[in-house]
């Protein structure tokens, strides 16, 4: 009954969307970035990088309050991971980011006069790494990314003034001259699916999936200030998180908040009724 409300409101739907056109906005914008100038000159992966550090930037701004402006299915799974995010939500924004980035990277190419070009758009091993290097550069890479974001949401959580969207914007902007930097699975979904070019693209899911969860995990279970063990123990458990922070950051009793919370819940009850 739960997941048929969800499905039937709006808010959920809006937050697909801004998933869905923010993924669009964010590969377009990138791939833009690649395209080579008139004389075909390559443009380098400083483009490309500013280009996403600016774009991360505004769509925090447009789509942070409705859907978290994540655009990337990486991030999307280390809030799950972390039960910042549930199944249904975590599963329908990966489709929505995945749908957005083909649509962002079919609508360039109809706009390219020379279609040629399009192959700047793919993700690459460079020809002076092999696949594992690469690998292991996108787990860094988007580790940092990952980490960076966790630790502006806290810093948010207690009222800090901190200009959180532009670490962010930062934090998207490394590693570009030795991978491409893709940090972002669906960014290099679409122009794959676009120019059929599959090589070594395995490398560009499950680098960022991998630097994603353990950069999810370790803040939120190591390094944030509520981390603890029995956080911990209650994600792996599947019991309520919340219970275990507002513990952890108040220091009261775990049976006092856990007390609390649950007159808080009777009450809330009772008014609906």
């Given at each position: 009954?739960?997941?048929?409300?969800e499905?039937?409101?709006?808010?959920?739907?809006s937050?697909?969307?801004?998933?869905l056109?923010?993924?669009?906005?964010?590969?377009?914008a990138?791939?833009?970035?690649?395209?080579?100038g008139?004389?075909?000159?390559?443009?380098?992966?400083?483009?490309?990088?500013?280009?996403?550090?600016v774009?991360?930037?505004?769509?925090a701004?447009?789509?942070?309050?409705?859907?978290?402006?994540?655009?990337?299915?990486?991030?999307?799974?280390?809030?799950?991971?972390?039960?910042?995010?549930?199944?249904l939500h975590?599963?329908?924004y990966?489709?929505a980011?995945?749908?957005?980035?083909c649509?962002?990277a079919?609508?360039?190419?109809?706009?390219l006069?020379?279609?040629?070009?399009?192959?700047?758009?793919?993700?690459?091993?460079?020809?002076?790494?092999?696949?594992?290097q690469?690998?292991?550069?996108?787990v860094?890479?988007?580790?940092q990314?990952?980490?960076?974001?966790?630790?502006v949401?806290e810093?948010?959580?207690?009222?800090s003034v901190?200009?959180?969207?532009?670490?962010?914007?930062?934090?998207?902007?490394a590693?570009a001259?030795?991978?491409g930097?893709?940090?972002?699975?669906a960014?290099?979904?679409?122009?794959a699916i676009?120019?059929?070019?599959?090589e070594n693209?395995?490398?560009?899911?499950?680098?960022?999936?991998?630097?994603?969860?353990?950069?999810?995990?370790?803040?939120?279970?190591f390094?944030?200030r509520?981390a603890?063990?029995?956080?911990?123990?209650?994600?792996?458990t599947?019991k309520?998180i919340?219970?275990?922070?507002?513990?952890?950051?108040t220091?009261?009793?775990?049976?006092?908040?856990?007390?609390?919370?649950?007159?808080?819940?009777?009450a809330?009850?009772?008014?609906s009724?």
């Amino acid at each position: 009954q739960a997941i048929k409300n969800e499905l039937r409101s709006r808010r959920f739907w809006s937050a697909t969307l801004a998933e869905l056109l923010g993924t669009l906005v964010l590969v377009s914008a990138v791939l833009g970035a690649s395209v080579p100038g008139p004389d075909q000159a390559p443009v380098g992966p400083l483009y490309p990088a500013v280009a996403v550090g600016v774009v991360i930037v505004s769509l925090a701004h447009c789509f942070g309050e409705i859907s978290g402006a994540q655009v990337n299915p990486a991030l999307t799974l280390s809030l799950l991971a972390t039960r910042k995010l549930d199944l249904l939500h975590a599963l329908i924004y990966m489709v929505a980011q995945c749908l957005g980035a083909c649509l962002g990277a079919s609508a360039l190419y109809l706009a390219l006069p020379l279609k040629s070009t399009a192959d700047h758009f793919v993700n690459r091993v460079p020809i002076e790494l092999n696949a594992a290097q690469a690998l292991w550069i996108e787990v860094l890479c988007t580790f940092q990314m990952v980490f960076t974001v966790f630790s502006v949401e806290e810093h948010r959580r207690k009222e800090s003034v901190e200009p959180g969207n532009l670490a962010i914007g930062f934090a998207h902007s490394a590693g570009a001259r030795f991978s491409g930097a893709s940090m972002n699975p669906a960014r290099s979904l679409g122009p794959a699916i676009i120019t059929g070019f599959w090589e070594n693209h395995w490398v560009f899911w499950i680098g960022p999936i991998i630097g994603a969860l353990l950069a999810g995990v370790s803040h939120e279970f190591f390094f944030a200030r509520s981390a603890s063990r029995q956080k911990l123990v209650a994600c792996l458990t599947c019991k309520d998180i919340e219970i275990i922070e507002t513990a952890s950051m108040t220091g009261s009793s775990l049976s006092t908040v856990t007390q609390n919370a649950m007159r808080a819940k009777h009450a809330s009850k009772q008014e609906s009724n």
